[in-house]
C-alpha cells in the first residue's frame, strides 16, 4: 500500500494545508499500513507542461530525455498509489498552478483516461483521494460560494480520472482574523481525527 503525500502551498512550514496533510497522511499510512511516498510542489515544483514534455510522453524508456523520465516517474508514482493526500490552497479562486502542472502530468490518455464510443472513462480507479483545502475566505456558503473553481475543479477532475472516493478536509475563513483562523484549524483537526475513529 502506498500514501501519495503530495503539497502545493508556496507558503513552506507557515501552511495549513501542509500542517494537515500531512496529519492526514499519517492517518491514511495508519489505516492502510502503507509507506508514505512525498511530492512536494510548492519546494519542489514542476514546471509548465510544455509541447515537447506533452509529445514526448510515448518515448520507450531507454529514449527518454531526463524531462521525459521525470514526467513518466510523476505519472507512475501517481498510478502506483492507494491514497492520495493532497493539501491544495485556493489561489485566485483556484488552485496553485504547481498542482495543475501536476494534474498535467498526471491525466494521460490511454494511461489515467480513456475516450470510448460512450464518453470519458477513469482509468486511474480503485483509490481514495483525501483534498486539504485550505481558503482565506468562506465559499462553503454564502455569497461567494459559486467562486469556488478549487474544491470542484479537484472533484471534477479526479473523478475524470477515476477517482471517485474524495474526502474533503476544510479550512477556510483562515484571513478572518486569528481567532476564527484558529478555529477553523481546530475545526479541520477534529474531522481529521473522527474519520480515523471511525476507520479503527
Ligand atoms: C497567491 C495567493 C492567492 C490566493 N487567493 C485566494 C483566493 O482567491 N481566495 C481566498 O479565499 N484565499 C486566497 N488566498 C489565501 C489562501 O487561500 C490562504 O492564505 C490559505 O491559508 C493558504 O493556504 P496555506 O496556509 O495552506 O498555504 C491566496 C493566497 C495566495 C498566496
Redesign the pocket.
Known amino acids: 500500500m502506498t500514501v501519495l503525500h503530495i503539497d502545493s ?3 513552506g512550514d507557515n ?4 500542517e494537515l496533510s500531512a496529519e492526514v497522511a499519517r492517518r491514511e499510512a495508519a489505516r492502510t499500513g502503507g509507506e508514505i511516498v512525498r511530492r512536494d510542489l510548492g519546494a519542489k515544483p514542476l514546471p509548465h507542461l510544455s509541447g515537447d514534455d506533452f509529445l514526448g510522453r510515448g518515448a520507450a524508456p531507454g529514449e527518454r530525455t531526463p524531462e521525459q523520465s521525470r514526467d513518466a516517474a510523476v505519472l507512475d508514482e501517481f498510478l502506483a498509489a492507494d491514497v492520495v493526500v493532497i ?1 491544495a ?5 483556484s488552485i496553485p498552478s504547481n498542482l495543475k502542472a501536476w494534474i498535467d502530468r498526471v491525466a494521460v490518455a490511454g494511461k489515467t483516461f480513456a475516450y470510448t464510443e460512450a464518453g470519458p472513462v477513469g482509468l486511474a480507479t480503485g483509490k481514495k483521494a483525501v483534498v486539504i483545502s ?4 468562506l465559499y462553503s456558503e454564502g455569497p461567494a460560494a459559486g467562486m469556488d473553481h478549487q474544491e470542484s475543479y479537484l472533484k471534477t477532475v479526479l473523478g475524470f480520472l477515476g477517482v471517485t472516493d474524495v474526502e474533503f478536509v476544510r479550512a477556510e475563513r ?2 478572518f482574523g486569528p481567532e476564527v483562523r484558529a478555529q477553523s484549524v481546530a475545526d479541520a483537526r477534529a474531522e481529521i481525527d473522527r474519520e480515523a475513529r471511525l476507520a479503527a
Open positions: 502551498s508556496i507558503l501552511a495549513v494545508s501542509r493539501g490552497p485556493m489561489y485566485n479562486f485550505t481558503r482565506g475566505g483562515l484571513s
